[in-house]
C-alpha cells in the first residue's frame, strides 16, 4: 500500500525596491528595533509601537502593528533563519511562511528583494500591495533621514 501524501505549497511573493543609501546604512535601518518602529506601517493611518529584533540564527523579532485610532492591532513575529551581515535575512513566520530578504550593495544605492510565502487569508494583490507599501515607507525613511 502506498500512502499519498498531499503537501501544498504556498505561492511566493516578491516585492523590491532600490533605496539611494549605502548598505550599511540600509542595513542598521532594517535591522534597529528604534529605527523600525519610524518605517514599519503599511499605510499612514498604521503604526509600529514597539520592535524588538534579536537578529540571528535562533533569535526572534516582534513587531506590534496598530491602527493609530486603536481599532486593531497584530504582533508580527518569527524566528531568524539565517542571517548574512549585510546580505540576508531569512526567517519564518509565527504560521510557519518563510520569508528572505536580499540586499544588494550597488554602489551609493541599495537593492532590496523580499520573497515571502502568502498566506490564506487575503487575495495575493492584496498581500503584495501591502508588504510593498512597507518596503516603500522604508525607502522614503532611509532616504529622508540621507538627505536630512
Known amino acids: ?87 540576508l535575512i531569512e526567517y519564518t513566520l509565527a504560521d510557519n511562511r518563510k520569508v528572505s530578504v536580499t540586499f544588494y550593495d550597488v554602489g551609493e544605492f541599495t537593492k532590496i528583494i523580499e520573497i515571502f510565502e502568502a498566506e490564506t487569508e487575503n487575495p495575493i494583490e492584496l498581500q503584495k500591495m501591502g508588504w510593498q507599501a512597507i518596503l516603500d515607507n522604508f525607502k522614503k525613511h532611509v532616504e529622508a533621514k540621507m538627505m536630512g
Open 1 to 87: 500500500m502506498i500512502l499519498h501524501m498531499e503537501t501544498t505549497r504556498a505561492e511566493k511573493i516578491i516585492v523590491e525596491t532600490i533605496v539611494n543609501a549605502s548598505l550599511p546604512k540600509t542595513w542598521d535601518a532594517w535591522t534597529n528595533p528604534v529605527v523600525i518602529v519610524r518605517w514599519n506601517a503599511a499605510s499612514d493611518n498604521w503604526h509600529t509601537t514597539r520592535a524588538e529584533n534579536d537578529l540571528r540564527p535562533g533569535g526572534a523579532f516582534l513587531s506590534r502593528m496598530e491602527a493609530k485610532d486603536g481599532s486593531f492591532g497584530f504582533d508580527f513575529i518569527g524566528i531568524y533563519d539565517k542571517v548574512i551581515l549585510n546580505q
